[in-house]
């Protein structure tokens, strides 16, 4: 099996374990994050942590469960559901959103690129007005 499928794979399990330091470690120390569907843009580790723990914040419960994961050289594509309950408040671009305690169920696909066992850049594509339907956000 491809090492950097493994490697997201890896990213995954620890984000759904709290396990930031873990995740950090696996990004390199320029690491780019771009949430289209929030069109926001972090840069570097701490920003990745930032983002991290900004979903967690929101959905301390949330896990993620592999759909497909497909991998090409340095790149992997990954489709996966992401679950969890709405329990703190969500940063957005437009503010803050207040704790629903609705469930969500989230259909996501990233794209990373990886180089030496680190990711550079991850792409991160969502449906946030599913996001924000199922928080009674809109």
């Known amino acids: 099996m491809n090492q950097n499928k493994d490697l997201t794979k890896a990213v995954h399990t620890h984000f759904s374990k709290n396990q930031f330091d873990k995740c950090v470690d696996l990004a390199a120390e320029n690491v780019q994050?771009?949430?289209y569907a929030f069109g926001m843009t972090?840069?570097?580790?701490?920003?990745?942590?930032g983002f991290?723990?900004?979903?967690?914040?929101?959905?301390?419960?949330?896990?993620?469960?592999?759909?497909?994961?497909?991998a090409d050289g340095n790149k992997v594509a990954v489709e996966f559901t992401a679950q969890g309950t709405h329990t703190g408040p969500?940063?957005?671009?437009?503010?803050?959103?207040?704790?629903?305690g609705n469930k969500v169920s989230l259909n996501v696909i990233e794209v990373y690129e990886w180089e030496n066992g680190r990711f550079t850049k991850m792409a991160?594509?969502?449906?946030?007005?599913?996001?924000?339907r199922q928080i009674g956000a809109m």
């Open 52 to 70: 991290m723990q900004g979903f967690k914040q929101a959905f301390p419960d949330m896990t993620i469960s592999h759909d497909n994961v497909l």
């Open 90 to 100: 969500l940063q957005t671009p437009a503010g803050e959103i207040p704790a629903s």
């Open 33 to 35: 994050i771009v949430a």
């Open 124 to 132: 991160n594509y969502q449906d946030s007005a599913s996001l924000m």
């Open 42 to 49: 972090f840069n570097g580790r701490n920003e990745f942590r």
